[in-house]
């Protein structure tokens, strides 16, 4: 199995709702990526966790949470967001640090 | 923070041409990688070019690294309908231990048949 799944692949939610996106890899890599991107820009980083411990926090707001269950999902929990949250959000695997990522479909985020 | 700079930033081709897109990086790196993403769809990666490497090349794609200049460039052979995506450029700093990757700015590609 060669691929990083995600879900959901839409989400719409409030500004008081509580929401999850998972993300699935079966390849034995042992780092994984949370993205965010906004329409015609690259990626940003916003969280990387190298087995299963949060090795980079990009800043982001305490809104989003990152969780590692296991060596196989990576979760986003989100809480309070804003309408400038809406994004697409990918997430990534990579067997070693620095190696080409394995990147998901994404899930599609609107915050009304 | 934004990263390297990709140009050009769009580009519009007829099958058959090929495509080029340059990217510059701003620290020394151990790799430099391509990918490419179809509207609103994940990232693919396309090829990997190591620090020591001068050029690489693999189907349609040649991509070659000037590291004395800090620049990469993408070229498409023989282009088609299905090369219309976004191509990114990655660099991963040789100072970096966590394979945090500084994406470019991207250039859109358009493929008219």
């Known amino acids: 199995d060669t691929e990083v799944t995600q879900t959901p692949k839409h989400l719409v939610m409030g500004m008081t709702n509580k929401k999850s996106l998972k993300c699935e890899q079966h390849m034995g890599h042992r780092a994984m990526y949370w993205y965010k991107q906004k329409a015609k820009k690259p990626p940003e980083l916003m969280f990387v966790?190298?087995?299963?411990?949060?090795?980079i926090n990009e800043s982001v707001p305490s809104r989003f949470s990152p969780e590692c269950p296991n060596s196989s999902l990576l979760n986003l929990h989100l809480h309070a967001l804003q309408p400038e949250d809406s994004a697409l959000y990918l997430c990534?695997?990579?067997?070693?640090?620095?190696?080409?990522?394995?990147f998901g479909p994404g899930t599609r985020l609107t915050v009304l | 923070s934004q990263q390297g700079e990709e140009d050009p930033q769009a580009l519009s081709i007829q099958e058959g041409e090929n495509a080029t897109m340059n990217c510059s990086y701003k620290t020394s790196i151990n790799n430099l990688q391509w990918y490419r993403q179809n509207s609103g769809r994940g990232l693919v990666h396309l090829i990997l070019?190591?620090?020591?490497?001068r050029e690489k090349h693999s189907g349609r794609l040649r991509v070659t690294l000037d590291t004395s200049k800090k620049s990469s460039s993408l070229l498409i052979t023989a282009s088609r309908a299905a090369d219309t995506a976004s191509y990114f450029c990655a660099s991963a700093s040789e100072d970096d231990s966590w394979g945090k990757l500084q994406f470019g700015a991207g250039t859109q590609v358009v493929v008219t048949p």
């Open positions: 070019i190591r620090s020591n490497e």
């Open positions: 966790y190298s087995y299963e411990k949060l090795s």
């Open positions: 990534a695997s990579s067997h070693n640090n620095g190696n080409e990522q394995f």
